[in-house]
């Protein structure tokens, strides 16, 4: 009887899936990177999506902020000029071919409205039907940097949305119908004490994943130095801070292109040799990452 | 059959109770012996010692001159939760304090929406100066209607109050707290994280240059929120005070009278106790109001000594603690190994 039971249950969870499961045979074998600001992917994603597109993907770059606020002397229209084309040197370090800039101003995500940034989102989803989905986590903790937790949530939701006919209906004149994203790589700063921790099983969250980066960590690293704005305000407020506090990095004595490139090149392996603790990596990073399992349990494959 | 509050209910209740010596009324047949007294204590203090993190480390002073204690009320600096006690110490290890009350407090007491704003803030005045914070500025944004007005209009205030005094250090709610239903601690929270990091980039705001202030990054920043509330706030480390930090921390508590140690809530300990032919001995000849400071004092005492047992001190206060370079994870290690003194 409870097999008969199981049976059934499958038959109307499969009935219910089967719509969104035949949309993913329609996939391109492309990574589309969402990201709020111009660092956090790559600092937390860029050596996966490098060594996917190594792997035969095809990358594009959804860039939703316009990074006016990271520097360290330049107006904010500058700014946002010269990390628009440092981004997208980065991204083609990375192999990534297309790189869109929405725009939004950064730092103000939370008066954008919501449906406003994830349909743009969502528009882009259906445009380059993706493989794989790299987006911001909005469930991470203590990431200060709150553009990431706005542009996260529009970009989860575009993800589903982008999935149903019945979200941005006009855009079948022109075939742009539902698609589903099978895989979604959540990414993060390492600052949430709890970002290890499973929060309950794969079926119905994203779980924890490590991903093996050492063949492309040095590609990673050149990325990272290619953004150079957000690399001498970092290094200029670290070394601000440093002197009103009477103490140095020999390395910042001198703030210059060289000595900032090897505080990147510090950072990016830093970050690496963390992410890789727990695992057989020499160099890692971490997500939380929903695929077939978050879709369809196995025990229904 | 009315409900009628048994010896478990009183104590758990009022934890505060557990400091004092609940006395069998001789007058009367019910028999609960110190040891009875005790045993229920114990189990007080075993119940509610889960809800916070075991072995937590004892945190060393930051370096610094000046803290700021961002809240969105008025009486968020003293709480059984946190702060007054780290207030007061930093205080005396040579800091400047001051702190910024987000709201009006317009709700918050029972005299209507004016009166309650005027006499929170002058309690507010009086209690902070027994922690020896030097004043209070209150953005008098109206209390808990945060929907109603531009939050970023919040944020742009509390960069320019940090550009403005430089805070080494800022004490605040943590935003990360899982459900927080008053919404003035989660967005004075969710604000004040933007705040901290826009305060120091120069493209944030770049309209108060104009009145003198350059940008700053506060360096060091405490947490605090309801260790009962899931798992949102795990707190990482104890501050440790002195007593006498101690007795001002129960000072600056009771001192909002507005809202706290309120005769009634005496009197009904008070009735309570009587119907199971109960009394404490140190409210004889204490008065209604005084009977309800003492509890205060006693509940404040009681929650000190609970979290700083979790680092084997006297008392304390348990934070969530972002240290100068949290943000660098990936280069602390490199920090460590590079960083000298000059």
Known sequence: ?301 | MGFRPDRNDILNRYGCLSNAAIRVDPAADVRMDSLMIRLLALLVMAALAPLSAADLPAGETPPGKVVLVPQPHHDDHSTDYGMAGLIARLVDEGFRAIYIRASNDEKDGRHGYPRNDMINERETEEAIAVLGMEKVISLNWRNNFESGYALNDLREQLIFLIRKYKPDVILGHNGWEHYQKNAGHRNVGWMLEEAILLAGLRNAHPEHFEMGVEPHAASYFYGKARLTWGLGHRPNIVMEFNADQQRRKETAFQLHRNVRAHPSGARSVRRQLARMNLYVPEFENLDDQEIAVLMANWSMEHISRLHGSHAGVEFGEEYYFKGEFYDLPGLQGYFEENMETR
């Open chain 1, 1 to 301: 009887m409870t097999r008969r039971i199981l049976a059934f249950v499958s038959l109307i969870f499969l009935a219910a899936v089967a719509p969104l499961a035949a949309q993913i045979g329609e996939t391109n074998n492309t990574v589309v990177v969402i990201t709020s600001d111009a660092s956090n992917y790559v600092l937390h994603a860029g050596g996966t999506v490098a060594k996917m597109v190594e792997d035969g993907m095809e990358g594009i770059l959804i860039r939703i902020g316009n990074d006016e606020k990271d520097s360290w002397d330049l107006s904010p229209e500058e700014t946002a000029l010269r990390t628009k084309q440092e981004s997208e040197a980065a991204a083609k370090i990375l192999g990534i071919s297309k790189v869109i800039s929405l725009g939004f101003r950064s730092s103000d995500f939370r008066d954008v409205p919501f449906t406003t940034m994830r349909d743009r989102l969502a528009y882009y989803i259906r445009v380059h039907k993706p493989r794989v989905l790299f987006i911001p986590n909005p469930h991470t903790q203590y990431d200060r940097n709150h553009d990431r937790y706005y542009g996260g949530r529009a970009a989860e939701d575009a993800w589903r949305a982008a999935a149903f006919k019945n979200y941005l209906p006009a855009m079948k004149d022109v075939n742009l119908g539902a698609h589903v994203t099978p895989e979604v790589y959540y990414f993060a700063p390492l600052v949430d004490p709890a970002r290890r921790e499973p929060e309950s099983t794969g079926t119905f969250v994203p779980q924890p994943k490590m991903t093996d980066i050492s063949g492309t960590l040095e590609k990673k690293i050149k990325a990272a130095q290619a953004l150079k704005t957000i690399n001498h305000s970092l290094a200029m407020r670290l070394k601000q801070r440093l002197d009103s506090t009477d103490r140095r990095l020999p390395l910042l004595d001198s703030v210059d292109e060289a000595s900032i490139n090897k505080l990147v090149e510090q950072r990016v392996r830093g970050l690496a040799r963390l992410s890789a603790e727990g695992t057989d990596f020499q160099a890692a990073e971490e997500f939380r990452y929903a695929g077939v399992e978050y879709r369809i349990p196995a025990s229904y494959r």
